[in-house]
């Protein structure tokens, strides 16, 4: 057990208080009865089988901040960083602020953050390897590192960016709400540093001693509608109608007219400039880049293989073709497979990938992880039956190509279904900006544009080198090109239109993409719209030969640009809900600049250089 | 609601495996916070708590305290001595005995051929009173140089001036129990909640319980000021009209302590007259609080059952910070507020042991705040240190800020800096520059070797810091509190203490002295010394004091404990037991903003960083929330300008220029920028640094500046990083 000094101050001890028995989502704060399975357990910290005496042991437990009072003195964040042996460039706590005011009537409103251990842990549902546990003890939400296999998929989907992403250890750890400390009856050490009166904890629904208000929001914070975090604030002192951040964040909070009313968040339109910033595109999810495009792709070009036929394409029948109709399969089991090892890599501890299929209950990541899985191997089994029917010649024929045709049309569920739940990974309510349909939109046009496209520039290099005409052949996969252009066009079209209304973080990363890469998303409309004439036309037109081969070479390299840097930009663009950060700890900008100067190389600037 | 694994996996949190908790006192300011640093089973210093049941700090730490046992292991200590003859040399490794043969005989050389005043001693806020004590009688009575001062020249010079006037000594009268016993406190120029967070927090324990006006005066809106009741933005420079003001309001309107005046003080009829002429209409002109304001804030404080004052750099770094302490004084005194439960003249002071140095190092004067003018005090001195009273000068020497310009002007050639870093901390760091050039022989004695003055040193020492050493700090309160010995000095660096007693072998003189080789052993020459003095210190040893976890001086022989405390009798230091009412008319000499130059420079701390960056620069979990120079601007001004938030700017002064980072934010004034003072080659590049007639210390937070964007803010970021080593 913790040890409790001899002289411990009585302001580290969690007091007794009565609490009510629901909390305001109408959830039970006793989680669960003394007679309970999982009551009277060791929480086997370090090795340590006893079992802590404080009587609320089974009691929802959190934060309370009093942002009244907090004066950004960084003690509650050094203490975590103390006790839990941080590197500088690690925090479970961060102290950010927003700003509003006229000098002198200048207010500045800290806020400290760590993890608030929510009612509904959006971490827990999407860890992929069942990392998290919420426990009956103090409703705990703690993750283990020693299972997480460092894919971040929890510091995308937690909005108060509590989870924290170790890229030098390559794995997630977090705020573990030093249940040590409350086993024997202690607040966590980041409360009971406090200097200020602002950071305390207890009870949930309960408020400290000399606290008014039970308030479940202040300015800045996202909608606890997303998790049902367990904090509280209290926020009684009158605030300008706007606020604003120091950080790079293109955000503001502003009340109404009147400076009533919640504080809504605003884009701060600075007079920003419309700029390429191609560096910028760059980031630690450039794997992801290619994995969703060549994954897109593949299952697009065996679709349009395998169904083309179906169609009345005899030309991609295996037997049109029997070398180029394998070798291309071969080519596009190749693809993936890169794919799968670049995303695989891109793990913080890629030897614990089988752990990816841990959670397919709850986690979007599991499930198109599996779904992926199913996909390749179906394409795989199908591609050997294809391609070397010889050796199973000591088969049934029917049995043999029942085979192929289940393996085929499995393939060709599994796919699409993969990048269903593909595209479920980026419903994330804390990340606005991919939190749209647009999304399932640009996954299923890129697999239409991308895959019909490499079967036909496929069969097109095939049939030129054979002088035969393709130009039926690509007018008829023209239109699935021209129809998955036609889907991401206008999903970009909604979105990008959804996002300026809904404001917020949505519409502050369209900001971003209109000003920033302002440039670069201009080049990305334009070679869409340029593909959708430029393939019309060559269909119509019914090119052939080494000259149209060459005219659909270009078009589709443009279109290939086109779909990954508007893919990049995906990912570079996303401005997570969480929290203000200050001028330098939490700001974006400032790690960019560090990273960009050199500063980052010194390991007490607090921000790890880049490794991609 | 409970999800997961219904087989539990072990919970793993760090554990340091702390064996052993040794006690010791922050070695970064002088609030004076109790520290336990925890040792694990390999004798590592791997932990730092707050001691539950010390009465400063209550188990609470600030940032830096929190992290302090990383000292220990931070980057680029200095762990052999180091000789070069030519600064452009490269250093060589020297033991300690050439290195200590060579510090003395440039010492007696420099002596014999320009005079004993030729060579100068430095010193600091930050060692042990022990140590403080042995490098007075080393410097005052071995060495016998006049030119001997502390970096406390450039923060508390002007407390100890201001208490010593009105008073007739130094020491700070009240303690951080008034916070408990006061109805109403005004804070001028002193930001707590980043400057001592600590003693923030004990005002807030008592703001829990009771509420009280909180005044607090300064030009940003700070964290304190933001909170206060008031917030009085005043006009940078103009404390001492604001304060004539306030007391003219006050004796206006007959709200003062009549008995309290007739009782304990002199130069009332002097002192009325001259705030006479400082009526709330014309003193709002110039300090820009409106009349309404001084008004309200005068019947506040004089109707206040007791009221306390506390102050920091933002009265004392000013050219007139000595007459501002005493327009607290005089405050105080009018009002009856010196000496009571919550009615104090309080300066919060910056470093760990500025007190220290204030009481035993014999800087201004003799140890036991002797004076060198009184004879008897020589003479009190000499005998205990077995030397002849002549020996010593009969007036105090040089300020720290007056050494400086002698060494420009070629008075003094030969200089040893303990423990500061005056390439960074000193106005006008081109100028210091220069003067440090001009040396023929610069020792430098530190913990770290990459501290910047070393760039011009002889010879470097390698010091041990804080808990490698055994020894005493006094705090703000005039508490005494004790430092264990928790880890030995890193590498073969040495104990300020051991260095001082070893460069006194290399004197005649010194070897016929007795200098004691622990400690505790300097400590007993304290208790002597200080016996029946005001700062009694004879009822202390190292075991009462870890016990109490702090005693405040006085403690007389055979009491339980110290005391809170001075004055309590209305009693005062002058020959005639009363304090003085001392008239303060006030001279603007201050380099204003002008068309050329139109922006004030401010300067202050962040609450990461102590000093200069010597030891907070080297911690990552502090150096990350501020891990570059940035400057507060105003975002309107900035628009006119063309300044960006998050860009960087370039200032200048008529003493030179600097890049920083800009940070636009309301809290600071359209015609006003704000640059912590941490950082080498940045604010001080910039600073005037007028100095005090009194006291001597440089107004470090006056000054004119004006500001262009950086057009290369490629170059100015390499330009930025290149100063940045640690």
């Given at each position: ?164 992403l170790d890229p030098v250890a390559g794995q997630v750890e977090k705020c573990n709400m030093c249940v040590d400390r409350l086993e024997v009856g202690l607040k966590p050490a980041c409360a009971s540093a406090c200097l200020a009166g602002a950071l305390d904890f207890g ?73 390429w910033n191609l560096k910028k595109l760059r980031s630690r999810e450039d794997p992801l880049v290619v994995f969703t495009l060549i994954s897109q792709g593949v299952i697009g070009a065996f679709l349009a293989l395998f169904l083309g036929p179906l169609f009345g394409l ?212 334009l070679g869409l719209l340029a593909g959708l004439p430029a393939v019309i036309g060559l269909a119509g037109l019914g090119v052939d030969g080494w000259t149209g081969f060459t005219a659909w070479a270009i078009v589709a390299t443009l279109i290939v640009a086109t779909a ?49 | ?726």
């Open positions: 057990m913790f040890r409790v000094r001899d002289d411990e101050p009585g302001y580290a001890f969690i007091p007794e208080v009565q609490a009510p028995e629901k909390n305001r989502y109408g959830k039970p704060i006793e989680l669960v009865d003394a007679d309970d399975a999982l009551a009277g357990k060791s929480l086997n910290i370090n090795g340590d089988v006893g079992i802590g005496a404080n009587p609320n042991r089974y009691k929802q437990h959190g934060f309370y901040f009093n942002a009244d009072h907090c004066i950004s003195c960084h003690a509650c964040e050094s203490a975590c960083s103390e006790k839990n042996n941080l590197s500088p460039h690690l925090a479970f706590r961060s102290v950010g602020y927003v700003e509003g005011g006229t000098y002198p009537d200048y207010h500045r409103l800290n806020i400290s953050m760590a993890c608030n251990h929510c009612d509904d842990p959006v971490c827990l549902k999407g860890c992929p390897t069942r990392a998290y546990t919420k426990f009956a003890e103090y409703g705990a939400v703690l993750q283990d590192p020693d299972i997480c296999f460092g894919c971040g998929y929890c510091t995308w989907v937690c909005p108060y960016n509590a989870p924290q009870i949930i629904e309960t408020a400290p001693n000399n606290r008014d208000q039970l308030e479940h929001t202040i300015p800045g914070f996202p909608d606890p509608n997303i998790s049902q975090p367990n904090i509280r604030f209290q926020q009684t002192k009158s605030l300008p109608r706007e606020m604003t951040r120091a950080d790079t964040v293109p955000l503001r909070y502003e009340r109404d007219e009147q400076g009533q009313g919640a504080f809504k968040t605003r884009v701060r339109e600075s007079g920003r400039s419309r700029e005899q030309v991609l029948a295996p037997a049109s073709h029997p070398v180029a109709y394998p070798t291309l399969l071969f080519a596009l089991l190749g693809l993936e497979t890169f794919a799968l090892a670049l995303s695989t890599m891109h793990l913080g501890k890629p030897h614990r990938f089988y752990r990816a299929f841990n959670n397919l209950r709850y986690s979007p990541v599991s499930r198109e992880v599996a779904g992926i899985a199913i996909f390749y191997n179906l394409l795989g089994a199908y591609t050997v039956l294809t391609a070397f029917p010889g050796l199973f010649g000591w088969l049934p024929a029917e049995l043999l190509t029942g085979l192929q045709a289940f393996f085929g049309w499995g393939a060709v569920v599994a796919g699409p279904l993969a990048l269903y739940f593909m595209y479920a990974i980026y419903r994330i309510p804390a990340r606005p900006f991919w939190n749209h349909w647009q999304v399932l939109s640009a996954f299923f046009g890129n697999m239409l544009t991308l895959g019909s496209l490499t079967v036909g520039v496929s069969y097109a290099l095939v049939l030129a080198s054979q002088g035969e005409s393709y130009a039926s052949l690509m007018w008829a996969l023209a239109w699935p090109v021209t129809f998955g252009l036609l889907l991401e066009a206008v999903g970009l079209y909604f979105h990008a239109r959804d996002m300026a209304r809904q404001g917020g973080e949505g519409e502050a990363s369209h900001f971003e993409q209109r000003t920033t890469f302002g440039k670069t998303y201009a080049a990305r409309n990954a840097v508007g893919r990049a930009l995906f990912y570079a663009l996303v401005i997570p809900t969480t929290m203000p950060g200050a001028f330098f700890w939490r700001n974006r900008g400032f790690q960019e600049h560090a990273r960009e100067t050199g500063l980052a190389h010194m390991p007490q600037v607090g921000v790890v250089p880049d490794g991609h | 609601m409970l999800f997961g694994r219904k087989k539990k996996n072990p919970i793993k949190i760090a554990d340091k495996g702390v064996v052993d908790w040794k006690y010791t006192t922050c070695g970064y300011c002088s609030t004076g916070c109790s520290i336990e640093v925890g040792l694990d089973a390999g004798g590592q210093a791997v932990a730092s708590r707050g001691v539950g049941g010390a009465d400063v700090n209550r188990g609470k730490l600030c940032l830096k305290g929190i992290f302090e046992h990383e000292l220990f292991t931070s980057s680029n200590r200095g762990s052999v001595p180091l000789m070069r003859e030519k600064r452009y040399d490269p250093f060589r490794e020297v033991s300690w005995d050439q290195a200590l043969d060579k510090v003395g005989s440039e010492i007696q050389r420099i002596q014999g051929s320009y005079g004993r005043d030729a060579f100068a001693v430095v010193s600091t806020g930050q060692i042990m009173t022990e140590e403080f004590y042995t490098l007075g009688k080393l410097a005052r009575g071995v060495i016998g140089t006049n030119n001997y001062d502390g970096n406390t020249t450039l923060c508390m010079s002007s407390a100890v001036s201001g208490y010593k006037r009105s008073f007739g000594s130094d020491g700070p009268p009240g303690c951080y129990d008034d916070f408990e016993h006061t109805e109403c406190l005004l804070a001028i120029g002193s930001n707590l909640p980043e400057q001592h967070p600590v003693i923030f927090w004990r005002l807030r324990e008592v703001l829990e319980k009771r509420k009280f006006p909180i005044i607090v005066v300064d030009p940003r809106v700070t964290m304190f000021a933001q909170m206060a009741d008031m917030h009085l933005p005043i006009t940078p420079g103009t404390d001492l009209v604001l304060l004539n003001s306030l007391a003219h309001v006050i004796l206006d309107e007959g709200l003062e302590d009549h008995g309290y005046i007739e009782a304990n003080t002199n130069g009332y009829e002097d002192f009325a007259k001259l705030v006479a002429q400082y009526d709330p209409t014309t003193a709002s002109k110039i300090c820009g609080i409106d009349e309404d304001t001084i008004r309200n804030v005068a019947r506040t404080y004089a109707r206040a059952g007791a009221a306390m004052t506390i102050w920091t750099m933002g009265i004392n770094q000013s050219t007139h910070g000595s007459d501002g302490v005493v327009g607290i004084n005089n405050l105080n005194l009018i009002t009856g507020n010196i000496g009571k439960p919550g009615g104090s003249s309080l300066s919060i002071t910056g470093q760990s042991n500025a007190m220290g140095t204030r009481e035993w190092s014999s800087c201004s004067g003799l140890p036991g705040y002797r004076a060198l003018e009184s004879e008897a005090d020589r003479e009190d001195i000499a005998s205990f240190w077995g030397i002849d009273p002549e020996f010593f000068p009969k007036k105090r020497g040089l300020f720290q800020t007056d050494i400086f310009p002698a060494i420009e002007t070629g008075q003094i050639k030969g200089l040893w800096i303990i423990a500061t870093n005056p390439m960074t901390s000193m106005t006008n760091t081109a100028r210091i520059r220069k003067t440090l050039e001009n040396l023929e022989f610069l020792v430098v004695q530190d913990a770290y070797q990459d501290v910047e003055t070393n760039e011009y040193s002889h010879v470097y020492l390698p010091a041990g810091l804080w808990a490698e050493k055994e020894g005493c700090f006094t705090n703000t309160e005039r508490r005494v509190n004790l430092t264990r010995n928790v880890v030995p000095p890193y590498g073969d660096s040495k104990p300020d203490l051991w260095i001082f007693s070893e460069m006194a072998k290399r004197f005649e003189q010194g070897r016929k002295m007795r200098f004691p080789e622990t400690a505790e052993g300097v400590f007993e020459e304290l208790r002597q010394l200080s016996k029946g003095r005001m700062l009694d210190y004879s009822g202390m040893s190292y075991d009462k004091i870890e016990q109490q976890r702090g005693i405040q001086w006085p403690c007389t022989e055979g009491a339980q404990t110290g005391t809170p405390r001075l004055y309590v009798d209305g009693k005062f230091q002058h020959a005639d037991g009363k304090a003085k009412l001392i008239p303060l008319p006030f001279v603007d000499n201050n380099e204003r903003p002008d068309e050329e130059y139109p922006f004030w420079l401010n300067s202050g701390r962040v609450v990461e960083h102590f000093h200069t960056r010597t030891r907070t620069g080297k911690i990552g979990n502090l150096n990350k929330f501020s891990p570059t120079p940035y400057m507060e601007m105003n975002p309107d001004a900035a628009r006119a300008l063309g300044v960006v938030h998050g860009s960087y700017a370039r200032l200048t002064s008529r003493r030179g220029d600097a890049v920083v980072m800009v940070q636009l934010t309301q809290r600071v004034p359209p015609n006003m920028v704000f640059i912590p003072f941490h950082f080498h080659e940045c604010v001080n590049r910039l600073t005037l640094g007028l100095l005090d007639p009194h006291s001597r210390q440089p107004a470090f937070k006056h000054c004119a500046v004006k500001i262009e964007p950086v057009a290369d803010q490629q170059a100015a970021s390499v330009r930025n990083k290149a100063a940045r080593t640690y």
